[in-house]
T-cell receptor, first 114, second 115 residues
């Protein structure tokens, strides 16, 4: 039973346009969400996070939106750059339950073309 | 910048061999983790440690074992490798504290193939 779902395995976007990556979760205990980026032959690197007390968090070109009622979050990249081409993983954690375990989605492969 | 290292990066080995995947971090993090990831699938937590002499099994059952004798070192061992163990193994460590925003830093991974 997958608790964190990334239903789009791949996304292709033109350079300069917006990339929107989506993530859905089923466990209402999740209250902390993260996005990781992974290049081939490297480990995932942290990109941005959001707590459930917020509905938006912004860091430069990256913005994460959280819709708790829909159990949905999305990562917006504006403007997209070729260097953003990577696999993006959504992760969730029930932090307030005194655990730091992360549940990951299957990832979305983003390709940004010129 | 996080400093977490894994060796070997790639390993092809025959069935029945004993293998140890190495993971080291130089940040003094108490919390360390092992994840397993099959291609196109999510990362699954298989082991974690909250400090020296602390090891716990993760959410995904694994035949591997781990040890934590030193803070900086968290090796994973398979006593008898099988083709079903073929996967990518990712080690991670975590910044301490409970402040929102602390994160896990991942190593580059070991891609294991068991023939």
């Amino acid at each position: 039973d997958q608790q964190v779902k990334q239903n789009s395995p791949s996304l292709s976007v033109q350079e300069g346009r917006i990339s929107i990556l989506n993530c859905d979760y089923t466990n209402s205990m999740f209250d902390y969400f993260l996005w990781y980026k992974k290049y081939p032959a490297e480990g995932p690197t942290f990109l941005i996070s959001i707590s459930s007390i917020k509905d938006k968090n912004e860091d430069g070109r990256f913005t994460v939106f959280l819709n708790k009622s829909a159990k949905h979050l999305s990562l917006h990249i504006v403007p997209s750059q070729p260097g953003d081409s990577a696999v993006y993983f959504c992760a969730a954690s029930p932090r307030s339950y005194n655990t730091d375990k992360l549940i990951f989605g299957t990832g979305t492969r983003l390709q940004v073309f010129p | 910048e996080a400093d977490i290292y894994q060796t070997p990066r790639y390993l092809v080995i025959g069935t029945g061999k004993k293998i140890t995947l190495e993971c080291s971090q130089t940040m003094g993090h108490d919390k360390m983790y092992w994840y397993q990831q099959d291609p196109g699938m999510e990362l699954h937590l298989i082991h974690y440690s909250y400090g020296v002499n602390s090891t716990e099994k993760g959410d995904l059952s694994s035949e591997s074992t781990v040890s934590r004798i030193r803070t900086e070192h968290f090796p994973l061992t398979l006593e008898s490798a099988r083709p079903s163990h073929t996967s990518q193994y990712l080690c991670a460590s975590r910044t301490p504290g409970t402040v929102v925003g602390d994160t896990q830093y991942f190593g580059p991974g070991t891609r294991l193939t068991v023939l």
